[in-house]
């Protein structure tokens, strides 16, 4: 149980144009989602935080209007990265809390490698 | 603020030594701790968690790790190591604000002398 997919596992795209990266619990509803990003040999950096029916909340230094997130249902989140360029290049990886107050483990898709030319 | 710190960098041990990676939180309160393993260019894997009870705490591939509250510590151990160890590894700690975020340790990376 507790199974988080990501689509695409890999995505190519030339510079200015735009990538939506889904997440999805599979077995479970998520009020909560998370959105990650990873550079090589470094640490996971929170990006925002996604909560269904409610606009997310970017952590400081995050553009909003560069990586919109949208969490229409309980098992659905998505990432879109706006006018991609080459420095957006990198990991993206989701995770999804369980609904409930008291649940405090997230658990986590595969990732996203993005790779903007 | 709440913080993760995970001393060692980079560690290397030999295949069949044992193993014990540091982690030490700041959080005032009972922390809810976890620790993943990333191999390369592949998403995070639960190895164990700490949330209350017995502080010490089995995980998966042999792992397991110790709560210690008057060290703020919670080090991941392996007695006997075995090359597919060989990975990326990160403490976490779940945040006191509402949205209960994970802060994370910057990871240590684990390689495996034959």
């Known amino acids: 149980g507790a199974v988080v997919s990501q689509h695409p596992s890999r995505v190519i795209c030339k510079s200015g144009t735009s990538v939506k990266i889904e997440c999805r619990s599979l077995d479970f509803q998520a009020t909560t989602m998370f959105w990650y990003r990873q550079f090589p040999k470094q640490s996971l950096m929170l990006m925002a935080t996604?909560?269904?029916?409610?606009?997310?909340?970017?952590e400081q230094g995050v553009e909003k209007d560069k990586f919109l997130i949208n969490h229409a249902s309980l098992t659905l989140s998505t990432l879109t990265v706006t006018s991609a360029h080459p420095e957006d290049s990198s990991f993206y990886i989701c995770?999804?809390?369980?609904?409930?107050?008291?649940?405090?483990?997230?658990?986590f898709g595969p990732g996203t490698r993005l790779t903007v030319l | 603020a709440q913080s993760v710190t995970q001393p060692d960098i980079h560690i290397t041990v030999s295949e069949g030594a044992s193993l014990e990676l540091r982690c030490n939180y700041s959080y005032g309160a009972t922390p809810y701790l976890f620790w993943y393993v990333q191999s390369p260019g592949q998403g995070l894997q639960l190895l164990l968690k700490?949330?209350?009870?017995d502080t010490l705490v089995q995980g998966i591939k042999g792992f397991e790790a110790e709560f210690k509250r008057s060290q703020s510590s919670f080090n991941l151990r392996k007695p006997s190591v075995h090359w597919s160890d060989a990975a990326e590894y990160f403490c976490a700690v779940v945040s006191a604000g509402n949205n209960r975020k994970l802060i994370w340790g910057l990871g240590t990376s684990l390689a495996v002398n034959p």
């Open positions: 996604s909560n269904e029916g409610s606009k997310a909340t970017y």
């Open positions: 995770s999804a809390r369980v609904s409930g107050r008291n649940n405090n483990e997230q658990f």
């Open positions: 700490y949330f209350s009870g």
